[in-house]
């Protein structure tokens, strides 16, 4: 079992930016997920990350906006969130690997998840 603890989360106005830290307990987890949730939704993929390859894929309303990154070095991945908006006002989890080696887009093809970390933004 992959150990995740995701971090980074406050409250922020409008336009402003805010990176999370998804650090893991290991650093082979090819395929890595951001995923975010407001209460009485469903869990939605934000961001995918193939550790192995660089590759990145990107899915909803943060595209163009939020940038996904890693370092094998300390063991953590990253969300970058720029001009955040009131609607991205969600719990954010770090989820991985992927079971499949497929960077899926579905929460139920990740094994393990952080606690996730909670972004505000209002004015």
């Known amino acids: 079992q992959v150990q995740l603890v995701e971090s980074g989360g406050g409250s922020v106005q409008p336009g402003e930016p805010l990176t999370l830290s998804c650090v893991t307990s290991r650093d082979d987890l090819n395929c890595m997920g951001w995923f975010r949730q407001a209460p009485g939704k469903e869990r939605e993929a934000i961001a995918v990350?193939?550790?192995?390859?660089?590759?990145?894929f990107y899915y909803g309303s943060g595209q163009g906006r939020f940038k996904v990154s890693e370092d094998d070095i300390n063991k953590t991945v990253y969300l970058r969130m720029n001009d955040l908006k009131p609607e991205d006002s969600d719990i954010y989890y770090c989820?991985?690997?992927?079971?499949?080696?497929?960077?899926?887009?579905?929460?139920?093809?990740?094994?393990?998840w952080g606690r996730g970390t909670e972004v505000n933004v209002s004015s």
């Open positions: 989820a991985g690997p992927e079971r499949r080696g497929r960077c899926d887009w579905s929460p139920t093809a990740y094994s393990s």
């Open positions: 990350i193939n550790t192995a390859t660089g590759s990145t």
